[in-house]
């Protein structure tokens, strides 16, 4: 059975800021009466050029989960995606075991190799070459592994140290938070998400997403993992109604398992309503 998620990726809609808290807690509590499965919020400092302005709002990600763990009971809560350049990985594992527990077991770990090289400069947030993110990246899955083990002994990598991997209280989940890594790249990001994740999350249409779950598949069979195993998200920018149904389709044709959708006016919780009442149940077949 397909699942549906609803991705937050701006906070600029009539009255904001002042309305953020009550159009944020609105549009979770509609998305769970809909019967949207994940509520995701972009990971960044700036606004995205493609979006708007980078002076539009844009709240810290997991301050912003924390919050809609605590307006909401049942649906999960992750990052589209976390890149990892913006915190270290020892304190990021820590700010997801927290919103883990608080949520009683509802966060996602999901993570990318950061791409957005403005909002690095404009806070001063160090931007190493390509290479290097996706090492730093496999090395922060590697010390998220870790840390949520019985094993609190020392990390040496590359380019973290740990001493102690102490992780206290553990997540709720167990035996670990799903990892999801975030991205398309068939070298690099497929390759880990066959060894590493338990979720990819790519974009494209019908043809282009069988070509990277193809891809995945490959990458599977290389390091000997079940590629069943691996739930297949896609991010889908679409307009509520048919157009969501008729974009959606050709996606879930291909392979996508969990269809998590962006671009809509979450100030309006009759439109996230419309999903639960027209959408999926569309879809269902």
């Known amino acids: 059975m397909v ?15 002042d309305n953020h808290r009550q159009v944020l807690a609105g549009a979770a509590r509609a998305a769970e009466d809909a019967g949207f499965h994940s509520l995701w919020v972009m990971d960044h400092f700036f606004q995205l050029p493609m979006i708007g ?34 915190r270290h990985p020892g304190i990021l594992v820590k700010q ?21 090289d403005r909002e690095h400069r404009g806070l001063g947030v160090e931007f190493p070459p390509l290479r290097e993110r996706f090492e730093r990246l496999e090395e922060a899955i590697q010390i998220a592994e870790q840390m949520w083990s019985d094993d609190d002994g020392p990390y040496k990598g590359t ?19 799903p990892i999801m890594i975030g991205g398309g790249g068939e070298r690099k990001t497929l390759r880990l998400v066959a060894k ?8 494209g249409d019908g043809d282009e997403l069988r070509h990277k779950f193809d891809v995945l598949r490959r990458h599977c069979d290389d390091v000997g993992r079940n590629y069943d195993d691996v739930e297949r998200t896609v991010m889908l920018f679409s307009p509520p109604g048919e157009a969501a149904i008729d974009m ?7 392979g996508a398992q969990h269809l998590i959708f962006t671009g809509l006016p979450v100030h309006r919780p009759e439109v996230i309503a419309s999903f639960g009442s027209d959408v999926f149940p569309a879809l269902a077949d």
């Open 3 to 17: 699942k549906f998620g609803l991705q937050i990726p701006w906070f600029s809609w009539p009255g904001a800021p």
């Open 53 to 86: 302005e980078a002076t539009l709002e844009m709240h810290e990600a997991y301050t912003t989960l924390g919050y809609l763990a605590g307006v909401t009971e049942r649906i999960t809560l992750g990052t589209l995606v976390t890149g990892i350049t913006y």
């Open 96 to 116: 997801a075991t927290s919103l883990d527990v608080l949520s009683g077991g509802r966060a996602w770990f999901a993570v990318g190799a950061a791409w957005f």
């Open 159 to 177: 380019h973290y140290t740990l001493e102690e991997t102490i992780c206290s209280p553990p997540p709720a989940q167990r035996p670990r938070p």
């Open 196 to 203: 590493y994740a338990d979720a990819c999350n790519v974009q």
């Open 248 to 254: 959606a389709r050709p996606r879930i044709e291909a």
